[in-house]
């Protein structure tokens, strides 16, 4: 199905679910649901005008599946995939790509064995993914960073659609505790001294890119920027000068996985009280590297 086809069919779907705060027995009956009726469900509850050129489309499978259970994650990496498969789950709702760009081109590099062996494995699992990005950030509140915030219990001082909150004061070690062990993180980078009071946070998670990330700390002035990555010679490198030149802002960098992370852990919540009479499991796609 085509990008515009996949989006008009969604939208169109939504009138005939207008009515409908869930999906349930009450609902649907013994009916069962396909991914298409899933997607509606999810999507009615975005209040604006349809995305243009959205990346959130169907990445493999089909939007006329039958559901058999549900798994979120950062990354439908090949270790999800099959952990999905192994607990009866057919319908992954990722955050990220499947083929490793963007807007999953699959001819980005020719000759791609890998993504033909990943192809062949969701057929044969008989896996369809969907893509919940764009509409995760542009909900209100943002599935990310309200789950992110969630999970450090900041919630009390997040503000739907700002990257801010000014929270106690409380030292950049004490800031980097609290992210380790609400975010479940062994290791994590950050500049700055570790007794630097800190109140005003921006809470900026997976990759937004050093233009929007040096914007924030331009026009914003948080005494952190806490961000899921950052390009060594972009942002960073503009933290260690701004210490240099009188504004001692600090950084920490989560990465990028485990950043965003919590944001499809709420959202699995979210959707089981869409959803009653279907599983939603949450299977993390973890920090892929190692620490020596």
Request: include cysteine; hydrophobic fraction near 40%.
């Amino acid at each position: 199905m085509k990008r515009n086809e996949f989006i008009q069919k969604s939208f169109q779907s939504l009138i005939g679910l207008a009515l409908l705060d869930s999906i349930s027995t009450n609902a649907f009956g013994a009916e069962k649901l396909t991914v298409q009726q899933i997607i509606d469900t999810i999507l009615k509850n975005y209040a604006g005008e349809p995305i243009k050129n959205t990346n959130d489309t169907i990445k493999a499978g089909s939007v006329d599946m039958v559901v058999s259970g549900i798994v979120t994650t950062m990354f439908p990496s090949v270790e999800v995939i099959r952990k999905a498969h192994s607990i009866g789950a057919n319908f992954l709702i990722v955050h990220e790509p499947t083929y490793y760009n963007g807007s999953d081109n699959k001819t980005l590099v020719e000759n791609n064995t890998q993504v033909k062996l990943k192809e062949e494995l969701l057929q044969q699992l008989n896996m369809t993914i969907w893509r919940f990005h764009d509409y995760a950030h542009a909900m209100r509140p943002d599935f990310v960073s309200y789950g992110v915030a969630k999970s450090v219990d900041w919630l009390k001082y997040y503000e739907i659609g700002s990257p801010i909150l000014n929270i106690p004061e409380s030292s950049l070690k004490n800031i980097v505790k609290l992210f380790k062990k609400g975010l479940k993180i062994n290791h994590l980078r950050y500049i700055g001294k570790d007794d630097k009071p800190c109140k005003k946070v921006a809470l900026l998670p997976g990759a937004w890119g050093g233009s929007r990330q040096m914007s924030t700390l331009v026009n914003q002035k948080p005494d952190v920027i806490i961000v899921g990555e950052a390009v060594e010679w972009e942002t960073v490198e503009f933290i260690r000068d701004c210490q240099s030149l009188g504004h001692e802002a600090a950084m920490i960098v989560l990465g990028h996985s485990v950043s965003e992370e919590p944001g499809m852990v709420y959202f699995a919540e979210w959707l089981t009280k869409k959803i009653s009479d279907l599983k939603v499991t949450h299977i993390p796609s973890n920090d892929p590297f190692k620490w020596d």
